[in-house]
């Protein structure tokens, strides 16, 4: 499904990603750890295509198509989802009606009709069950005033929405308690299944207690220093990343 | 890269840039006192509106061109403006299948309809070309009600006392410089009575159309709504596209007595200029402002401004009777080179008289966005309440945005709130948008119409959905 192959990444002249090479298929989830300014934001935005990051090297191939000069909003209508780390409010935006248009630019770009608010107000119904987010929620403006953990929800919920083939969860634990963190990896493991795939990018180990990934992959200066199975994950949170950087 | 997303302005298009090609009267370039004669003579006036307008002409040349606005642009030659234009073939008709067909077509394109057909059913249209009204629609129907809506120089002639009781007696020509050069030199504009107990049975509307270049359009319009009547009133301005600029300097009076109820509703949408240059648009330079007389009157202000290369504007209502109330609903939109300095005023005279104001100004490209309000409370103005909301949108590192509210309360028991905010449209937002599929243009659009809906709201459901077309044209490739 995606192929990176030796990709560079330099933002204000500073070379955040070093010829990193990544392959994940259909049905996979992909956990990548790695310390503070490793580069594991860098991907992922360098992938959905923000503007601060161009890649001055190497290539992405989404379904064996090139997406490095395709805008965010195409690559995103391609099937590929980011969940931010940060998710930005929109004040005067209705929730509803953001995930709505959303859902229908996809709709349309698939040659499929658009849903009117009713039809589309059924389909919400069950996704708010898998998002395990109030509907109260939906008549509000998009992420304002929200918790940490009601925006990593609302995340969620649009994810739910847009099924993507692809989704990349950018620390979608962080900042939530134990009860906050189940529900979440509850609701992205309900979202698996065997046509799509899953980077999680995470700092610690406590969620792969939810979620079982196939890969894991440790990000070092812009480089994958190391991949293995959930069992690095473990001896990563024993031993730190110290010891890896060291001894790779 | 925010450079290239949002600053990024490419050319919008103006689907009213059009020139009709008529043949018309125009008087020669200049300002005198030959040249107001001439004009009243051609509007066969009774000879108390030439004494009106000659005393009007005289103050106006004592007094200074106003420059304490938030705009910038070069000075003025008020005699290298023609004063006077109109379509030589149309006298007006009072056969509405009698006219020319070119103005007809003119009107058409604009989505004005002349005919009193089914499809426009509810709105009554007085179209205003150049200096004159060539056309009003359900005159004859209205009048069954008693309701006269007619053009102005129709109503100097006919209805000389209710003009002389009513004309000037809310902007008076020593009110500010455009006032007395309107009074002056005003052509046309449209005049409305509602007599007492009548509740208008369709909307009302003028259209002002500036045709001829270096045309002035002096418009005067006066609405008068007796006891326990109401109006709704809509108001709608184009132009074609020229490289110079045009001057539209109007003067909109309202009266409304005891009970009454004036509900006037503004989409601009003149010719703001050259996109990229800046070159040309409508100075649109009005005075605006309504008198709530009589006890438990009501005016209410709605403007979408998103026209003119430069906008000078700020109706106001005068709280004179007790219990009454004033409205003021404003989006402003400036983009590329355009100035706004907008606003209003609510005097508060009356007791528990009650104003609200609710202001939204978007900037955007390299346009400035001021919005300028006054709220007085008198001494006697007992109980009266103000809730002022002022909210200003920059997208972009190029615009401006301004605000000069002044608070004037003389009356402790007043209740006098305002709100203030300044957003910008960020990046992030843009971004966040596309990352789910949305382009950049219909995520402005829907970020800006959010800001708006409140003020939308209040619109006439026609001109709402008018207005929210309107946005969206305006904003059409103005990011990256």
Same mark, same amino acid.
């Given at each position: 499904m995606?192929?990176?192959k %030796?990709l560079?990444v330099?933002t204000?002249n500073i070379?955040?990603?070093? /010829?990193l /090479?990544?392959?994940?298929?259909?049905?996979?989830?992909?956990?990548i750890?790695g310390t503070?300014?490793s580069?594991k934001s860098?991907?992922?935005k360098?992938?959905v295509?923000?503007?601060?990051f161009?890649?001055?090297k190497?290539?992405?191939?989404?379904?064996g198509q090139n997406?490095l000069?395709?805008?965010p909003?195409?690559?995103?209508?391609?099937?590929i989802?980011l969940?931010?780390q940060?998710?930005?409010?929109?004040?005067?935006?209705?929730n509803?009606?953001?995930?709505?248009?959303?859902y229908?630019?996809?709709?349309?770009?698939?040659?499929?009709p658009?849903?009117d608010p009713l039809?589309?107000?059924?389909?919400?119904q /069950?996704k708010?069950?898998?998002? /395990?987010?109030s509907e109260?929620?939906? $008549?509000?403006?998009?992420?304002?005033g929200?918790?940490g953990?009601?925006?990593?929800?609302?995340?969620?919920?649009?994810m739910?929405?847009l099924?993507?083939k692809?989704?990349?969860?950018?620390e979608?634990?962080?900042?939530l $308690?134990i009860?906050?963190?189940k529900?979440?990896?509850?609701?992205? %493991?309900?979202?698996k299944n065997?046509?799509?795939?899953?980077?999680?990018?995470?700092?610690?180990?406590r969620?792969?207690?939810y979620i079982k990934p196939?890969?894991v992959?440790?990000?070092h200066?812009g480089?994958?220093?190391?991949?293995?199975?959930?069992t690095?994950?473990?001896?990563l949170?024993?031993?730190g990343?110290?010891?890896?950087?060291?001894n790779? | 890269?925010?450079?290239?997303n949002i600053?990024?302005?490419?050319?919008q298009? +103006?689907?009213?840039?059009?020139k009709?090609?008529?043949?018309?009267?125009?008087f020669?370039?200049?300002?005198n006192e030959?040249i107001i004669?001439?004009?009243?003579?051609?509007k066969?006036e009774?000879?108390?509106?030439l004494e009106?307008?000659? #005393?009007?002409?005289?103050h106006?040349?004592?007094?200074?061109? =106003?420059?304490w606005s938030c705009?910038t642009?070069?000075?003025?030659?008020f005699?290298?403006?023609h004063? +006077?234009?109109a379509? #030589?073939?149309?006298?007006k008709k009072e056969?509405?299948?009698k006219?020319? =067909?070119?103005l007809?077509?003119?009107?058409?394109?604009?989505?004005?309809?002349?005919?009193?057909?089914k499809?426009?059913?509810?709105?009554?249209?007085? @179209?205003?070309f150049?200096?004159?009204?060539v056309?009003?629609?359900y005159?004859?129907?209205?009048m069954e009600y008693?309701?006269?809506f007619c053009?102005?120089s129709e109503a100097i002639?006919? +209805?000389?006392?209710l003009i002389k009781k009513?004309l000037?007696?809310?902007?008076?020509?020593t009110?500010?410089?455009y006032a007395a050069?309107n009074?002056?030199?005003?052509t046309d &504009?449209?005049?409305?009575?509602?007599?007492e107990?009548?509740i208008?049975p369709?909307?009302l509307?003028?259209?002002?159309r500036?045709?001829t270049?270096?045309?002035?359009q002096?418009e005067r319009?006066l609405i008068?709504?007796?006891?326990?009547?109401?109006?709704?009133?809509?108001?709608?301005?184009?132009?074609?596209?020229?490289d110079?600029?045009?001057l539209h300097?109007a003067t909109v009076?309202?009266?409304a007595?005891?009970?009454?109820?004036i509900?006037?509703s503004?989409v601009?949408?003149?010719?703001?200029?050259d996109p990229?240059?800046?070159?040309?648009?409508?100075?649109?330079f009005?005075t #605006?402002? &309504?008198l709530?007389q009589g006890?438990?009157? #009501?005016i209410s202000w709605?403007q979408v401004?998103?026209g003119?290369a430069i906008t000078w504007k700020?109706p106001s209502c005068i709280?004179k009777?007790?219990?009454?109330?004033?409205?003021?609903?404003?989006?402003a939109?400036?983009?590329h080179?355009?100035?706004?300095? *907008?606003?209003t005023?609510m005097?508060?005279?009356?007791?528990?008289?009650k104003?609200?104001?609710?202001s939204?100004g978007?900037s955007?490209g390299?346009?400035v966005n001021a919005?300028?309000?006054?709220?007085k409370?008198?001494k006697a103005?007992?109980?009266?309440?103000?809730?002022?909301?002022?909210d200003?949108?920059?997208?972009?590192?190029q615009c401006d @945005?301004y605000?000069f509210p002044?608070?004037e309360?003389?009356n402790?028991s007043?209740?006098?709130e305002?709100e203030a905010t300044?957003?910008?449209?960020s990046e992030?937002?843009?971004f966040y948008?596309?990352q789910?599929?949305?382009d *950049?243009?219909?995520?402005?659009?829907?970020?800006i119409?959010g800001?708006?809906e409140?003020?939308?709201?209040?619109?006439?459901?026609?001109?709402?959905?008018?207005?929210?077309?309107?946005?969206?044209?305006?904003l059409?490739?103005?990011?990256?």
């Amino acid at each position: 499904m995606l192929k990176i192959k %030796n990709l560079s990444v330099k933002t204000n002249n500073i070379e955040i990603l070093n /010829n990193l /090479n990544l392959h994940i298929k259909a049905g996979e989830i992909h956990v990548i750890m790695g310390t503070n300014g490793s580069g594991k934001s860098t991907l992922a935005k360098t992938i959905v295509g923000h503007p601060q990051f161009k890649a001055s090297k190497g290539e992405i191939l989404f379904e064996g198509q090139n997406i490095l000069k395709l805008a965010p909003d195409k690559r995103a209508r391609l099937g590929i989802f980011l969940s931010f780390q940060y998710p930005t409010e929109i004040p005067g935006v209705n929730n509803a009606s953001f995930l709505r248009m959303a859902y229908n630019t996809h709709q349309k770009s698939q040659g499929h009709p658009a849903l009117d608010p009713l039809e589309f107000e059924d389909l919400l119904q /069950n996704k708010l069950k898998i998002a /395990n987010i109030s509907e109260k929620y939906l $008549d509000r403006a998009v992420n304002a005033g929200f918790s940490g953990g009601e925006k990593k929800k609302n995340e969620i919920l649009q994810m739910a929405v847009l099924e993507p083939k692809l989704a990349i969860l950018d620390e979608i634990d962080s900042g939530l $308690d134990i009860d906050a963190l189940k529900s979440v990896a509850n609701s992205v %493991n309900s979202l698996k299944n065997k046509n799509n795939a899953i980077i999680l990018i995470t700092h610690y180990q406590r969620i792969l207690n939810y979620i079982k990934p196939d890969y894991v992959h440790v990000i070092h200066k812009g480089q994958i220093i190391k991949s293995g199975d959930k069992t690095l994950a473990h001896k990563l949170e024993k031993k730190g990343y110290e010891w890896l950087i060291t001894n790779p | 890269m925010k450079k290239q997303n949002i600053k990024n302005i490419a050319n919008q298009k +103006y689907k009213f840039g059009f020139k009709t090609d008529i043949e018309s009267y125009i008087f020669k370039k200049g300002l005198n006192e030959k040249i107001i004669t001439q004009i009243s003579k051609n509007k066969n006036e009774p000879p108390y509106m030439l004494e009106f307008r000659l #005393k009007a002409f005289k103050h106006w040349l004592t007094m200074p061109e =106003p420059r304490w606005s938030c705009t910038t642009y070069p000075e003025i030659d008020f005699q290298d403006i023609h004063y +006077y234009s109109a379509p #030589k073939t149309n006298p007006k008709k009072e056969n509405l299948n009698k006219i020319d =067909p070119k103005l007809k077509k003119t009107y058409d394109k604009l989505g004005i309809p002349l005919l009193e057909q089914k499809k426009l059913e509810g709105i009554a249209v007085d @179209a205003i070309f150049d200096s004159v009204s060539v056309a009003t629609t359900y005159k004859a129907q209205l009048m069954e009600y008693g309701v006269i809506f007619c053009p102005i120089s129709e109503a100097i002639q006919k +209805y000389p006392d209710l003009i002389k009781k009513y004309l000037g007696a809310i902007v008076p020509y020593t009110d500010n410089f455009y006032a007395a050069l309107n009074a002056a030199v005003f052509t046309d &504009g449209s005049f409305v009575y509602i007599p007492e107990n009548t509740i208008c049975p369709m909307d009302l509307s003028s259209y002002f159309r500036i045709n001829t270049e270096k045309t002035g359009q002096f418009e005067r319009t006066l609405i008068i709504c007796e006891k326990n009547s109401q109006v709704n009133y809509l108001e709608g301005c184009t132009a074609p596209k020229f490289d110079t600029n045009q001057l539209h300097a109007a003067t909109v009076e309202l009266v409304a007595l005891d009970n009454a109820s004036i509900k006037y509703s503004t989409v601009q949408n003149w010719f703001a200029g050259d996109p990229e240059t800046g070159k040309g648009g409508i100075y649109n330079f009005v005075t #605006k402002r &309504g008198l709530c007389q009589g006890k438990k009157s #009501k005016i209410s202000w709605t403007q979408v401004e998103t026209g003119s290369a430069i906008t000078w504007k700020y109706p106001s209502c005068i709280l004179k009777g007790d219990d009454s109330i004033g409205e003021f609903y404003s989006v402003a939109l400036t983009n590329h080179h355009q100035q706004a300095d *907008t606003g209003t005023k609510m005097i508060h005279l009356g007791k528990n008289t009650k104003s609200t104001i609710i202001s939204i100004g978007i900037s955007v490209g390299k346009a400035v966005n001021a919005y300028r309000g006054e709220v007085k409370i008198s001494k006697a103005a007992t109980n009266a309440r103000n809730y002022t909301q002022c909210d200003s949108m920059l997208m972009g590192d190029q615009c401006d @945005a301004y605000t000069f509210p002044i608070i004037e309360v003389n009356n402790a028991s007043a209740t006098v709130e305002h709100e203030a905010t300044t957003s910008k449209i960020s990046e992030d937002q843009l971004f966040y948008f596309q990352q789910r599929g949305i382009d *950049t243009e219909q995520a402005v659009s829907a970020i800006i119409n959010g800001f708006c809906e409140e003020v939308f709201k209040k619109l006439p459901p026609e001109f709402s959905v008018e207005a929210t077309k309107l946005l969206g044209l305006k904003l059409e490739n103005s990011v990256g």
